[in-house]
Structures are given as C-alpha cells and as structure tokens.
C-alpha cells in the first residue's frame, strides 16, 4: 500500500508541475502515465488479493 502511495503522490506532483509551467508537456503526460500505472497496480493488488482461497 505504501508502494501505491509513492506512486501516486509522485504522479500528482508531475501532474501539477506539468500543468503549472510552459512547455512541460512531457512531464505532465509522465504524471498521466505513472498515475494510471499506479491505478493498474493497485488493480492487480486487489484482484490477486481476492483470488486466494482460504486453507479451510
């Protein structure tokens, strides 16, 4: 969980520097791109979370 929130306060920092200041375009998309990572991963968490059966 720690993992997924570095990732995410990392994508809005580069979101708003990206925003905030002329002609950063790439970094902005690079804030896009990482968020969107981070979203996925904690997709896949979730998802191989719930696939584990109990030892019951």
């Not at 902005?28 to 968490?45: D, E, K, P, Q």
């Not at 998802?47 to 059966?53: A, I, L």
């Amino acid at each position: 969980m720690v993992f997924f929130l570095v990732l995410l306060i990392c994508a809005i920092a580069l979101i708003v520097v990206g925003a905030a200041v002329d002609g950063m375009l790439y970094v902005l998309s690079t804030g896009v791109l990482l968020l969107i990572a981070a979203v996925l991963y904690l997709l896949v968490r979730s998802v191989s979370r719930s696939r584990r059966r109990p030892a019951h």
